[in-house]
């Protein structure tokens, strides 16, 4: 997969006429990465999860492309029903609801939604009556960055029985849900989550009550920095032969977030300050893990950092602008020596960054710029146009 990369002309043009730190976002790219995940897994809906990211030509694209949505609150489906997506093309994918979001969903129209605990049948059947609701079951992938199965999902075996009480209380009890994790680099997980949702349509059919949804979640892979390199192209091509051979017949969908967005946005940074500790030099930049690079924690991502200058490659150490010391956000980085004043490049940097960005300490966000607003037809007639 190729990721969108800003030339060296391209990010210095636009850091002298934007102070840095910058975020440039390809619309292009998340085209592309519509269309990779659509030719690879034709059967699958897609629901962009757009708490990866929500900015605004983003959503309006993918809504113009055909998407649907992943939304997990009042907030986030307003947001949409702004730009004019209807409520049929949002899923309620957050299994444990606020009573604000179940009333915005039956305002909007937005009827499909997860679960995985009865206690929240009773939310959903007075608040969104009628809704069609899917089970959401746990998956063990020690092969996924972010495992989102340690807060979510119930135990395989409860799913039929939660389904039936959906159903007893009024609501109408569709199918089953999963999400191996996020940043997932095995097709087996999905493969096998497979085989177990099978087994619950075929005794949930025994017993009466025939599913049609599937919906396979998120975690498709995209690069980064100190990780095997995956190709999610077979990875998807794997998961579409099991979903033909296991579920000829059902209505999936699946809620990609990272995959849309992650490879469609650069970071451009500058050094701030340097420092030599030991061996080593500190470079300080200006955005840090307050701002764009906050997925380091709460993604447990690990950026790539790429300098235009040339010259022999030591071990670095990035810091934030923060005051706080936990503001580290690249330890052992290759690079080549920086001085004050550098750019510094961070690729595929799209998805759980600006998204959880703050302005603590009163550091303000990485301004958002769109590619499409700075090119115009060809690379050569960019250059020219930025340099002007
Ligand atoms: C319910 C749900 N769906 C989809 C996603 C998106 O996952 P990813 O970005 O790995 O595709 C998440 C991520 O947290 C999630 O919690």
């Known amino acids: 997969m190729e990721s969108f990369r800003l030339t060296r002309e391209e990010a210095e043009a636009l850091a002298a006429r934007h102070q840095t730190p910058f975020i440039v976002i390809s619309l292009a790219q998340v085209e592309k990465q519509y269309d990779m995940f659509r030719r690879n897994l034709p059967r699958v809906n897609a629901y962009y999860a757009m708490k990866a990211n929500p900015a605004p030509r983003v959503l309006s694209l993918l809504a113009s492309l055909g998407a649907g949505f ?10 949409l029903a702004e730009i004019g997506v209807e ?4 899923i309620y994918a ?3 609801k606020m009573p604000e979001g179940l009333r915005t969903a039956a305002r909007l129209g937005v009827k499909r939604m997860t679960f995985d605990d009865a206690d929240e049948i009773g939310k959903m059947a007075e608040l969104a009556p009628g809704a069609e ?3 959401r079951i746990r998956i063990r992938n020690d092969k996924a960055l972010v495992d989102l199965n340690a807060k979510f999902g119930a135990e395989p075996e409860e799913a039929i029985s939660l389904l039936r009480q ?4 009024g609501l109408v009890p569709k199918g089953v849900a999963f999400h191996v994790g996020s940043q997932s680099i095995s097709a087996e997980a999905y493969e096998e989550a497979l085989l177990v949702c099978r087994r619950i349509f075929d005794e949930a059919e025994a017993a009466g009550m025939r599913l049609s949804m599937l919906d396979i979640g998120g975690g498709f892979p995209i690069p980064m920095a100190g990780m095997e390199s995956t190709d999610a192209e077979t990875m998807m091509r794997r998961i579409a032969r099991q979903i033909d051979r296991l579920f000829p017949d059902t209505e999936l969908w699946a809620e990609p977030g990272r995959f849309f967005i992650g490879p469609a946005v650069n970071l451009v940074t500058s050094v701030i300050g340097v420092k030599r500790r030991g061996e080593e030099f500190w470079y300080t930049i200006d955005d840090g893990l307050y701002g ?3 997925g380091a924690i709460f993604d447990h ?5 790429e300098a235009f200058r040339e010259g022999p490659k030591g071990r670095a150490t990035i810091l934030g602008p923060s005051c706080d010391s936990i503001d580290f956000v690249g330890r052992g980085v290759s690079l080549p020596e920086l001085q004050r004043g550098d750019l510094l490049l ?3 940097c799209g998805a759980y960054t600006s998204a959880s960005a703050t302005t603590f300490n009163g550091f303000s966000k990485a301004k958002e710029l769109y590619y499409e607003d700075i090119a115009t037809t060809r690379r050569d007639s960019v250059r020219r146009e930025m340099t002007a």
């Open 70 to 79: 992943d939304t997990a609150s009042a907030g986030e489906m307003r947001t």
């Open 87 to 90: 409520g049929a093309r949002m």
């Open 94 to 96: 957050n299994p444990v």
């Open 133 to 135: 609701v899917l089970a």
């Open 166 to 169: 959906a159903r007893d209380a």
């Open 292 to 294: 764009t690079l906050s």
């Open 301 to 305: 991502w690990t950026y790539s950092y």
């Open 346 to 348: 961070v690729p595929d």
